[in-house]
C-alpha cells in the first residue's frame, strides 16, 4: 500500500514538473519554491529577474541554424571531394573507441555540421 | 555471355533517351572516362558504369529486350560488395539514384526505395545539400553537387508521396542549396577531370 502511494505521488510530481517546465519554459523550478518557502513566491511569467538566463528552445534552435548556415571558412575541404569518405579499409589507429572517424580534419571524414544545442528545462532523472 | 552490341551503343541511348530528362551526371566527363582519356573514379565507377548500360539497354529495349538484365546482373554482384555502404563519394550516390529510378521501372519499387534511404544518407554525409558559398570550387563542381542533390530530392519526396510513406528529407530551413542552373551542357573535350 505504501509502495503504491509512494509511486503515485511520484508520478504526481513528475507530471507536474513537466507541466511547470512546460507553462514556463525555462524557469528554475528549484528558484521558484525557494522564494515561496521563504513567503515571498515569485510568479516567472512576470518577474524575468528570476529566470534563468535561457532563451526559448525553438528560438535558439533557429540562431543554431542561422550559425551553422555558413560555417568557418577554414573548415571547408581544400578540393571538391573533400568530403568523400572510405571506412572500408582496415586501419589502425590509436583511438579505438569508435569515435576515430568524427575527426575535426574535413577531409576524408564526411560533412560535420554545428552540433545543435538541445535546451532540456526538466531536469534530467 | 558475349556482348554483340558495343557499350558504347548503351552509352550513347542513355544519354539521347534518359540523361536530358534526368541530368545527373557531367556527360563529358563520364564519356571522357568512359573512354579512358580521364581517370575513373575508383571503386565506384563500375557501379555507375554498368547503371548507365542497364538504364542505357532499358530505353532501348523493346518488351522482351533482356539486355539490361544483363547489366542489372552485373550491378547486383557489385552491390553486394560492403562498400557501397561503407564509403561516400558524389560518383556512388550518383549510381544510387540510378539505380534507384532502373530498379522502380523494373517492377522492384522498395528496393529502389532502399536505394534511394542509402542515397540520401550518403548525400547528407557529403553536405550536399549544403551551398558552402566561401568553398572555392569550380562552378561546375558546385553545380554538379546541385543536380545531384536536387535530382535526389525530386525523386526521393516523389516516392514518398506515391507510396504514401513519410518525407524523410530536411526541413526548409536546413537545406540551403542553391537550385540548379539553366545552362547548355559544355561540349566534349579531352582530358577533362574535375
Known amino acids: 500500500m505504501t509502495r503504491n502511494n509512494l509511486t503515485a505521488a511520484e ?6 514538473e513537466n507541466a511547470f517546465a512546460s507553462l514556463f519554459p525555462g524557469t528554475d523550478l528549484d528558484t521558484v519554491l525557494s522564494s515561496s518557502r521563504s513567503g515571498n513566491l515569485v510568479n516567472p511569467a ?12 525553438t528560438e535558439e534552435l533557429k540562431e543554431q541554424e ?25 586501419r589502425l589507429s590509436e583511438l579505438s573507441d569508435g569515435m576515430a572517424a568524427l575527426s575535426i580534419n574535413p577531409e576524408g571524414a564526411g560533412y560535420l555540421g554545428g552540433c545543435y544545442k538541445v535546451s532540456w528545462s526538466t531536469k534530467s532523472r | 555471355m558475349p556482348l554483340v552490341v558495343p557499350e558504347n551503343t548503351f552509352v550513347n541511348a542513355y544519354f539521347t533517351y534518359y540523361h536530358s530528362t534526368y541530368p545527373f551526371l557531367y556527360e563529358p566527363l563520364f564519356r ?22 542497364a538504364l542505357g539497354a532499358w530505353c532501348m529495349g523493346e518488351d522482351e529486350s533482356a539486355m539490361d538484365d544483363y547489366f542489372d546482373e552485373r550491378v547486383a554482384r557489385l552491390s553486394e560488395q560492403r562498400s557501397i555502404f561503407e564509403s ?7 549510381a544510387l539514384l540510378l539505380l534507384s529510378n532502373y530498379t522502380q521501372k523494373r517492377n522492384r519499387p522498395n528496393t529502389g526505395w532502399n536505394y534511394l534511404g542509402l542515397a540520401v544518407r550518403m548525400a547528407l554525409s557529403l553536405g550536399l545539400h549544403k551551398e558552402f558559398p ?18 535526389l530530392f525530386i525523386f526521393d519526396s516523389g516516392a514518398s508521396i506515391t507510396f504514401g510513406r513519410p518525407v524523410l528529407l530536411p526541413q526548409h530551413g536546413i537545406m540551403d542549396a542553391s537550385q540548379v542552373l539553366n545552362i547548355e551542357e559544355e561540349v566534349s573535350r579531352p582530358g577533362l577531370t574535375w
Not at chain 1, 542561422?66 to 571538391?80: F, G, M
Open chain 1, 46 to 57: 512576470r518577474n524575468t529577474a528570476t529566470l534563468s538566463a535561457k532563451k526559448p528552445p
Open chain 2, 88 to 94: 561516400g563519394n558524389l560518383t556512388l550516390v550518383q
Open chain 1, 11 to 16: 508520478d504526481r510530481v513528475c507530471e507536474l
Open chain 2, 32 to 53: 571522357s572516362q568512359f573512354e579512358g582519356k580521364s581517370p575513373r573514379p575508383e571503386g565506384s565507377w563500375p557501379l555507375l558504369f554498368n547503371v548507365v548500360l
Open chain 1, 66 to 90: 542561422n550559425r551553422d548556415a555558413s560555417p568557418a571558412l577554414e573548415s571547408l575541404p581544400r578540393e571538391a571531394d573533400g568530403f568523400d569518405w572510405a571506412e572500408n579499409a582496415v
Open chain 2, 134 to 151: 566561401n568553398w572555392e570550387i569550380s562552378l561546375l563542381q558546385r553545380e554538379m553537387r546541385r543536380r545531384v542533390w536536387w535530382g
